[in-house]
């Protein structure tokens, strides 16, 4: 059942996506080569205990408040022993429940010396996710953002990971709509409604659009090995605009 948001509910989504952008902010000069996927959940964790905030992922039981994915691995990457190495793409999807509402977004950070190939990758990862912001507008359907995002990316020959998707956000860590970053004939396409809150976040491989689960259980990771990046905010629909709540 999609929940149609209050505007008391928006602001208090918008209060909590404002406090992760800002951990984004803080975020840029902390990760680089030598730290660990754990220092860099550490710092999360201890950035959202000052805000009196929770990890929105602990209700997940996912063990830590951000998932750390690199270069091959596309979501879900666990903290751990892991180190940031010079030339990395880090993507850090983190959300923080503040107040009982919840924000979601990923940034991938390029890391030092990043090669050509994979800078235009989160270029294009970029420009695939503010496409999709931008067909996320009220009288339109959630198969308009998917085929913003796949549009964009297709034009380059990239794969886009169909086996993971958007949705809706908030209230709870993840609710519906799904929203897909590839058209999908029999997937359920709701009409996009004032009151909507959603996380769009294209999930984008430089190689097939395959991919696999580790023996983890968590860290999803591109079938082919090729570098993966993952771009996300939550955004909320109005009757006359769309605003992009995690971003300062």
Not at 142 to 167: L, M, Q, R
Request: charged share 20%; hydrophobic share 40%; net charge negative.
């Amino acid at each position: 059942m999609i929940i149609i948001k209050t505007p008391e509910q928006i602001n208090g989504i918008r209060k909590s996506c404002k406090a992760l952008a800002r951990l984004f902010e803080e975020l840029k000069p902390v990760i680089v080569p030598g730290k660990t996927t754990k220092e860099l959940d550490d710092f999360c964790i201890t950035y959202i205990k000052k805000i009196n905030g929770t990890p929105a992922w602990y209700s997940e039981g996912f063990p830590g408040a951000a998932c750390i994915s690199i270069n091959e691995e596309v979501i879900h990457g666990l903290p751990g022993k892991r180190i940031v190495k010079d030339g990395d793409l880090v993507s850090m999807d983190i959300g923080i429940n503040l107040d009982g509402y919840i924000s979601d977004a990923c940034i991938t950070y390029p890391v030092g010396n990043v090669s050509k190939e994979n800078l235009k990758l989160l270029e294009v990862t970029t420009q695939c996710l503010y496409a999709g912001i931008k067909a996320c507008k009220a009288g339109n359907r959630v198969s308009d953002i998917s085929k913003a995002v796949y549009n964009t990316a297709s034009v380059h020959n990239y794969g886009v990971v169909y086996e993971y998707c958007g949705h809706g956000v908030g209230l709870g860590v993840h609710e519906d709509p799904s929203i897909p970053n590839v058209v999908e004939k029999m997937r359920p396409n709701p009409r996009l409604r004032a009151g909507m809150v959603v996380a769009i976040e294209p999930m984008i491989n430089i190689g097939t659009a395959d991919v696999a689960v580790k023996s983890d259980g968590w860290t999803v990771v591109t079938a082919d090995n090729s570098v993966s990046c993952h771009m996300e905010h939550t955004v909320a629909i109005f009757e006359d605009h769309t605003e992009i709540l995690s971003q300062l």
